[in-house]
């Protein structure tokens, strides 16, 4: 207990000598105190079993602890520090002067959200600065540091201490140092020190550095001669590195891209960030492949009041095996063996009715992505590049666009698409009180191919509708009228062609009901039943020019829609009838659907009057092909185990048919199963599946399963029955702890090339090794390994 009469002499001197009325002395007994016992574990520190027991709540779900900062009640709220009341207690004070005073024995200074604690402290009345002995804390909100002796000025928030540690709790950052200096502005000079985000005394990786100077006002810290340890083994040395100390961008290096493949050798990206802006940055990327050669990379980002723009670009130059990337296609001649892609982003809102799209992709050549990108499967199959802009304007019932659509063929010498240069549409929509709702869509394109021989022109297309919807909780009714037209002026065909027209009106009537059942005190099972009819005249559409139309693929939702076409350049003619039932069972407790039965079918009693490639007349004589059928079931037995199985089958002209299986077990993440099967006819022809098949069949096997506790295995197995081909094998390991990550992965991959006979392909496996390490705090070498897990292991 410390002595009334003491600590008056203490409360006069301070006044008097300090001469600041805005100091308080008070009775130690009444404050919150960090003990002497917090002190020798590291800083803040929670272990993840004491987060419940002392704040109430698991707030985090991890086995790995936090960092974690106490709320103090002798925190004053007032912002700023230096103008707050200061209050100073201890057990007893020592030899004094006029200019001094000792205090001994938790010692403890706070002023507004500042805290001081020591053993030991000797005031300076005349230059306001304090000399620190013992089990220091000196605490700010987001930083705390601990010492054994400190220097520190009351008057700014200059501080020396010496066998230091820190914590900057924001973003778990904590370390050690033989000297630490913070100065006024609250920057920190970090000499012979450790660095890190990982647990306190663990075997995670640290930086050893000479110097680190960390920054309040830029979020930075900026690291000096610095060996990159994990496990107490140095894996790496930085003569100069910089690193952000919390979510806000900062300038800095980020980690690089290291991966290896059979094609490319090795292949080295360094990324470099620059924050030049609050509204735009720049990340410069230079990259090196081992048997290409050198190139950079740039993204560029810029954010206004109105739009959103990202500018992306990437070259090598000089390719040294560009002859080899085309020597299947004897047409193809690169201008030289500089190699690049651009791509460029926009998204704007000039008001509230006048918005505006920019979405372009190029490249330098049609092998470009395959021989240098991500290798995932999504690239390898791609057929052409899209480029497309768009205007819209609303005003009351109307959008009013003007756009453009472009393509760039990634299949050598074959460009089969046709650009629209430009297309203007302008669509109404009116909802009437009598629930009558009339559409009115007016689109005029313009049609251009870079053959000049092809066939070009414009079309016209105009869809007037009137429906009307009747809808209560147990059903509804829709009828709606439609017509259609379409017409041409083309170029590059014989005169008596160059003008086509059709018009077709189309009557469509849409109901349904739906039966509700409790079969358990927690399960609800429905009953839903669609039917849909479709009339539209019987037309040959046959002699109309294709410029953009492909039939829609098989789905179940195809059944109950009016039109088969995606595209302005074919109109469904044909009579359909179709009937759906629906049944579901509900979980009450959770209202999740644990099952969804659905069956439908469809009737086309006249054969089916629509075809992309078929006469009219051909079309007439398959009087027996008249019925499609779906059956689509998914089941969900618990949160980790879902099943859905799909069956697609038209016994139509065009006889196309899908059939899936798909089983999926996720455990939280941690532990992935992935079974699917799938045999289809039904794709839009390109390149790459024409090539392959009229029909593909094909399984489709993923896991992710622990090993151990902070080890899992990944593979995954890819492969197409129809044609024997493997399209995509790779296995690995991957290790996780609470501070750091690397994973490595073998990994073999279709690799495309089409020869001058688009018909035929040379499937060849490209082999590659892909390695990730990812030090949370720092950054991930791994984002191209992370792509190709996120795409080929659903839920991981």
């Known amino acids: 207990m410390i002595m009334l009469t003491r600590l008056q002499k203490i409360t006069i001197f301070i006044v008097k000598t300090i001469s600041l009325s805005s100091i308080i002395v008070a009775n130690a007994e009444n404050l919150d105190t960090i003990t002497s016992e917090d002190n020798q574990k590291f800083i803040d ?23 974690i900062e106490p709320n103090l009640s002798i925190f004053d709220s007032k912002i700023d520090i230096l103008s707050s009341p200061l209050n100073i207690t201890a057990d007893s004070s020592g030899n004094s002067s006029e200019n001094e005073v000792l205090l001994k024995g938790n010692v403890q200074i706070t002023q507004g959200q500042r805290l001081l604690r020591a053993d030991k402290a000797l005031l300076n009345n005349k230059s306001r600065k304090v000399e620190l002995e013992g089990n220091i804390t000196f605490r700010e909100p987001g930083i705390v540091i601990a010492g054994e002796r400190a220097d520190i000025s009351l008057a700014s928030s200059e ?15 904590s370390g050690t140092a033989m000297r630490l200096t913070r100065n006024s502005s609250g920057n920190l000079a970090i000499e012979n020190a450790t660095y890190t985000n990982c647990r306190p005394h663990s075997s995670g990786w640290q930086l050893v550095t000479s110097k680190i100077n960390i920054s309040d006002d830029e979020n930075t810290a900026s690291v000096k001669n610095a060996k990159l340890k994990i496990n107490d083994t140095t894996i790496f040395y930085f003569p100069y590195l910089k690193l952000p100390t919390s979510n806000k961008r900062a300038t800095g290096i980020l980690m690089p891209s290291i991966n290896m493949s059979q094609t490319n050798g090795l292949d080295i990206a360094q990324p470099f960030y620059l924050n030049l802006a609050p509204n735009y940055d720049i990340i410069f990327t230079p990259r090196f492949v081992e048997h290409r050669g050198s190139g950079f990379g740039a993204k560029i980002r810029h954010i206004n009041k109105w739009s959103r723009n990202e500018l992306v670009g990437s070259i090598i ?12 296609d004897t047409d193809y001649v690169l201008a030289n063996d500089n190699r690049y892609e651009v791509a460029f982003s926009h998204l704007g809102a000039f008001s509230e009715n006048f918005l505006s799209y920019i979405d372009y992709t190029g490249v330098s050549d049609a092998r470009y992505i395959r021989d240098l990108g991500n290798f995932t499967l999504d690239e390898i199959s791609l057929s052409n590049l899209t480029q497309t802009s768009r205007l819209q304007y609303k005003k009351n019932n109307w959008l009013y666009t003007i756009s453009t659509l472009d393509f760039q063929s990634l299949i050598d010498s074959h460009e089969n698409h046709y650009s629209v240069l430009p297309a203007i549409a302008a669509a109404g929509e009116y909802k009437l009180d009598n629930s009558l709702n009339i559409l009115m869509s007016h689109k005029l394109s313009s049609f251009h191919h870079s053959d000049a021989k092809s066939i070009e022109g414009e079309r016209l297309d105009l869809d007037y509708s009137v429906s009307w919807t009747k809808s209560n909780h147990s059903g509804y009714l829709r009828p709606e009228f439609l017509i ?5 002026e083309l170029r590059n065909i014989s005169e008596i062609n160059s003008k086509q027209k059709i018009t077709t009106p189309v009557f469509s009537l849409k109901g349904g009901f739906s039966l509700e059942k409790l079969i358990a005190k927690t399960t609800l099972q429905t009953l839903e039943t669609d039917f849909f009819y479709l009339n539209s005249p019987k037309k040959d559409q046959h ?39 629906t ?12 099952v969804i039965l659905r069956v439908a079918k469809s009737y086309y009693p006249n054969g089916m009057q629509h075809s992309l490639a ?5 079309l007439s004589t398959d009087t027996n092909k008249k019925t499609m059928t779906a059956i689509d079931l998914k089941a969900k037995f618990n949160e980790n185990l879902h099943v859905d199985i799909l069956s697609i089958k038209s016994s139509l002209a065009s006889k196309r048919s899908k059939k899936s299986v798909t089983f999926r077990y996720n455990k939280d ?46 593979g995954r197995w890819y492969h197409d029955l129809s044609n024997n081909q493997e399209l995509e094998a790779f296995a690995g390991l991957e290790f996780s702890s609470c501070c750091w990550s690397a994973a490595i992965l073998a990994r073999r991959s279709i690799d495309i090339k089409y020869h001058n006979d688009f018909e035929t392909i040379d499937p060849k496996l490209k082999n590659s090794i892909i390695l990730k390490l990812e030090l949370k705090g720092i950054g991930s070498t791994g984002k191209k390994l992370d792509r190709i897990l996120k795409q080929s292991i659903f839920g991981y």
Request: proline letters at 1%; aromatic letters at 10%; a negative charge.
């Open 159 to 173: 501080m020396t201490m010496t066998k230091a540690q820190y914590v900057i709790h924001d973003s778990s950052l």
């Open 317 to 328: 130059f000089n390719d040294k095996r560009t002859s080899e990337s085309h020597l299947a």
């Open 45 to 67: 520190w929670v272990e993840p079993g004491s987060f419940t027991t002392l704040y109430g709540d698991n707030i985090d779900n991890l086995s790995c602890g936090r960092f």
């Open 669 to 714: 993440g941690n532990k992935i199963f992935n079974l699917g099967y799938r045999k289809s006819n039904d794709f839009q022809a390109n390149g790459f599946s024409q090539s392959l098949s009229d029909e593909i069949e094909q399984l489709d096997f993923s896991l992710l399963l622990p090993v151990s506790e902070k080890m899992n295995f990944i």
């Open 484 to 488: 259609s037209h379409r017409s041409y």
């Open 614 to 618: 078929r006469q009219l007349a051909q």
């Open 543 to 581: 002699n109309l020019h294709n410029f953009d139309t492909k039939e829609r693929s098989l789905s179940y939702d195809l059944l109950f829609e009016n039109d088969h076409f995606i595209g302005g350049d074919r109109i469904s003619n044909d009579e359909r009838m179709s009937i759906g039932i």
């Open 583 to 594: 049944s579901r069972l509900i979980g009450l407790d959770s209202h999740d659907e644990k």
